[in-house]
């Protein structure tokens, strides 16, 4: 069972920054397209960035797009999130997820989860 877990999710101050981290285990990593998603509470959860399993394809939501970059490094099994400029409207559980096939916003095309690393921001 391939297994996902988050780490990085911390509080910080608005216009701060946070670098999330997912490292996937039992898994072969580098075929893997993997997304980041977050839940804000009260609210559904939501597509936040993709990447191809060569980074070549990147796709970002509207939201985020100039602050925050999704990178990965396939020889560790790592793919991160760095959010810059943070914003009130970022606090949320975010969620690293992996799937096979092309990038996607959907996150109903995603097959595989992380348990979620909490990210408070305050002003």
């Known amino acids: 069972q391939v297994q996902l877990v988050e780490s990085g999710g911390r509080s910080v101050h608005a216009g701060g920054s946070l670098r999330l981290a997912c490292i996937v285990s039992?898994?072969?990593?580098?075929?893997?397209?993997m997304g980041w998603f977050r839940q804000a509470s009260g609210k559904e959860r939501e597509f936040v960035s993709t990447?191809?399993?060569?980074?070549?394809?990147?796709y970002y939501a509207d939201s985020v797009k100039g602050r925050f970059t999704i990178s990965r490094d396939n020889a560790k099994s790592t793919v991160y999130l760095h959010m810059n400029n943070l914003e009130l409207e970022d606090a949320a559980t975010y969620y690293c997820?992996?799937?096979?096939?092309?990038?996607?916003?959907?996150?109903?095309?995603?097959?595989?989860w992380g348990q979620g690393t909490q990210v408070t921001v305050s002003s």
């Open positions: 997820a992996g799937k096979r096939g092309g990038p996607s916003r959907d996150q109903r095309e995603f097959e595989y």
């Open positions: 039992r898994g072969t990593f580098s075929r893997y397209t």
């Open positions: 990447v191809n399993w060569h980074s070549g394809i990147k």
